[in-house]
């Protein structure tokens, strides 16, 4: 056990986080996403196993996602925007993304809690 | 009797000149408090305030003021169609000076091609390679004022001395699960997936050993999204965390350079 916490800690000594967020307003988030979600729908259909994840397993098990928007609502906004092949891995790399969203620096939204903002804007894979 | 109607024309003139110099205010105060807002980055707020103050203003010279800032605060939002259509209303209606920095926005905002003048050129070209390195390092400064070439002589400076992530390592080192993510510091990220690719890895050998090879295939093909999407997620967070770092820097670049397009 000490033997970990020694590692650990020395990997924090070695690799420290220095890079900060900054706060953005949340009014102008939605205000972007809602245009997103309302240009998106126009486009193509949605995708329909992330609806029903949306439906019916999220209220089920319960979300505590950091990110916004959601990872459900990034991925079907990517569906509808990007290929399919696309759209997964951006959805996966979001997922890896998420426990440590504070140390790649994304920038905050305060309301009730921190929410990481991510907006999906374009298709590029990097 | 026409000394009555000499009295009523005087007091509706009266009235009328009073409201439309209280419209004059209320514009200006509008106008203050969507700045008060703006500088606080809520541009959707600001751009509200921004219109009322140019349907209430009464002085043309300061209409277009006020449009200008709904333009900039439409090009936060990422409305660069409505922005667009508001600045060229405006580049019509202005002299040449202020023609040319609504033409500068525009290319540097709206992806347009206007002529620029050679000063507005020199500092488009400067804002354009801001991401290259080498090619501002063998830039000429010598049309830009002294503050503004010291800026972009601190900026070069800056940049230099900060210690970037390599996106190639951190794609290369993530060949292995997590120690792309590792290196970038992210350890919760690299502990998931470290854990998810070895779980759908080890789950696929196993469905092969035991000879059941379609839940095998489906076991590497969930595998092979996870592990490409782990390699993408490294180079990823190296050029997010890259351009974060960079940020402030260039903010302060952009602030010295283009100091006067904040106002039209």
Known sequence: MNL?????????FIFPLTVSSSIVSG??????????????????????????????????????????????????????????TKSILKSMHRFYME????????????????????MPTNCNMY | MLICQRIVICISLF???????NSCKDSEL???????????????????HFSNAAALACIKSNQNKYLYKYSLAMIEL??????????????????????????????????????????DQKRFDIWSNKNNRKELEEMKLSKLSISQSSSVNNYISS???????????????????????SYLGAYQSAAISFVINSLFYMSAKDFEKKGQYNAANAAYLVF?????????????????????????????????????????
């Open chain 1, 27 to 84: 009014i102008d988030h939605k205000f972007k996403l809602s245009k997103l979600t309302h240009t998106s729908k126009k486009i193509k259909a949605k995708s329909s196993s992330v609806s029903f994840y949306q439906k019916v397993l999220r209220q089920t098990l319960g979300s505590n996602c950091d990110l916004y928007p959601h990872d459900s609502k990034y991925a079907q906004i990517n569906f509808t925007r990007c290929n399919k």
């Open chain 2, 159 to 181: 940049v230099k001395k900060l210690k970037l992530k390599s996106p190639t390592l951190a794609g290369s080192l993530s060949l292995i699960p997590g120690l792309g993510q």
């Open chain 2, 78 to 119: 990422n409305e660069v169609t409505e922005a667009e259509v508001e600045l060229s209303k405006l580049s019509q209606l202005v002299n040449p000076k202020k023609k040319s920095k609504i033409n500068l926005i525009k290319n540097l905002y709206l992806s347009s091609n206007s002529k620029l003048s050679h000063y």
């Open chain 2, 224 to 264: 092979s999204v996870t592990y490409v999407g782990n390699i993408l997620n490294s180079v990823n967070m190296a050029n997010r965390i890259n351009k974060n770092k960079k940020t402030p820097l260039q903010r302060e670049l952009k602030d010295n350079l283009f100091q006067d397009l904040k106002e039209l």
């Open chain 2, 30 to 48: 509008v106008f203050s408090r969507g700045e008060e807002l703006f500088n606080r980055n809520q541009f959707l707020l600001s751009s509200i």
């Open chain 1, 4 to 12: 970990n916490v020694a590692l650990l800690s020395s990997l924090i």
């Open chain 2, 15 to 21: 009235i009328s000149f009073s409201s439309f110099a």
């Open chain 1, 99 to 118: 426990p440590d969203a504070s140390t790649v620096g994304l920038d905050i939204i305060l309301k009730n809690k921190v929410y990481y903002v991510d």
